[in-house]
């Protein structure tokens, strides 16, 4: 009896998790498809409970317990910490595939079939090197680990051979799965490359890295369903590696790189010296005073944040300025590049945190041809995304990267802490433009000046 | 033995071509709750974990499954709440008496 209904309730579970993405396509029905999510992973433990082959609880039920009193300190970070969290749950998602592979590996040695050992291995190289990978993530995300790429000598060589011994330790134990001393060389070849494949990644290109991971993580659920002939396990594990792939894509096509060029190729390191030799260039620069008669002069304003909005805590400031623009009337939207912020999504999530509605947010297709009749654009704490040199300037690093056309602004102000490089390690045009003004200093203390010059100047509060 | 991954094949590329096209629909404004929701879906690794913890054949078996429930369980619980708390806080305009 119990046989007949398990499948039934898995195959609810897949349904649950298909609805719940379908869902997630709208903030208006989001909601609705986390709670499908939370049914469908209640149907899937439930239907596996049940199974009997389980002669034990004990161990379970304390897994359980303890998993979930760790697992509600995770969810209630902070919403500028949730790329290092979610760096850190993939190497949680990806550890657990890696110890369930390696428990089926020593429980059925030597008597595995080819192909379950094929899937098998699979499973162990995806689980460990995601698990070190996303734990240098959360380390270079944290700021635990230096954030600027690290390369040396031959790096790619070293890099790309440890991958080929691992792949070739997992393919011997396809052909002989009774060679019992490859399965841990696998394993540790796994995990150190891991480590070494985020080394040269720095924190620019983390949204693209983070979804590969996510990719990575999934896939490794998708090898164990393979495993285990497990077809929930396949459908739930290739919902997130679709999921993680199709983020990455985008991300790559919103830097115009490819994958190989994110993971191998350690941007942001030599073309510093040679922009750096130009003649010196005129900034305006402008006081948050008059930056303010400015703003509250226009009929129309588009703020453009980046990661440096995230690192000033600024976001709170922000919706202030937000209001006290609103209630002066001036229409205020937030231009939101893909790759703002350190994972896909992340400005949007902070704005969201302060309050900022979310019909205000847009994405840079749909703004872009807007900037050529806005009054002022005002970049808090972005620059590469910025930078006009991406349209015009064949030579620079970041040519062909889709960028926002700030420059198109009738005004342009810029709150940036000094005239440093951006991660691409290159000048930004933006900056000397006639119609370009920077206000040096903090973002969170001058948005706050902005407020209070404005609410000032025009009788508020 | 040999139908049976025909069969879980047929699965994975179904899945996939599902997938791909029901997150091509994703708003870009929720790619953060798309991954934090993903990654509790891919948890689901919890229903491997636990048969391997909850078969004790060994106690190398029964240690590694209870530190891989463990693991999933972090991302069911954590994964599917901060997903929750961040949609909780995308608002229209308006809404809110502003």
Redesign the interface.
Known sequence: MIEQIIPLLYVAAATS??L???W????AT??R???V??L??AL??GG??L?P?????K??A???V???I???P????P?TA?PQ??AL??A??A???A??G???Y??RAPGI?R?TMGALALEVLLGFLTFTASLMAFGKLQEILPTRPITYRNQNVVNLSLFVFAVAAGVALVVSPGTTWLFPALGGLSLVFGVLLIVPIGGADMPTV??LL?SY??L???A????????????????????????SV?MCRAMNRSFTNVLFGAFGQVQASAAAAGEERIVRSATPEEAASILGAAGSVIVVPGYGMAVAQAQHKVRELF?TL?KLGIGVRFA?H?VAGR????M??LL??A?I?????V?MEEINSDFAQTDVALVIGANDVTNPAARRDQSSPIYGMPILDVDKARTVMVIKRGMSAGFAGIDNDLYYMDRTLMVFGDAKAVVGNLVKELAAANGLH | MASDFELSFFVFVLATFLGVEVIRRVSPLLHTPLMSLTNAISAIAVVGSILVAGQQKTTLSTVLGTAAVTCSMINIVGGYLITYRMLRMFKRSGKDGR
Do not use: Q
């Open positions: 998790f298909i719940a993405l379908k997630l396509s709208g903030v989001a909601r498809g986390v709670l999510g939370v469908g992973m899937a433990v596996t409970l199974n082959e389980i002669v034990s609880y161990w379970i304390v897994a359980i303890l998993g979930s760790i697992g509600v995770m969810a209630m970070m919403m949730v969290r979610t749950s993939h949680f998602g550890l657990a595939a110890l369930v390696t428990a089926e020593y429980l079939d192909f983070i979804s996510n993580a999934g490794s659920a998708c164990m369903g393979f495993v285990l002939d497990n077809h929930l396990l396949i459908i739930a594990g290739a919902l997130d590696g679709s999921s993680g792939l199709i983020l985008i209001d609103t939101i893909p994972m896909p999504g992340h949007n999530v969201a945190e309050d509605p979310y019909d205000r947010m994405g």
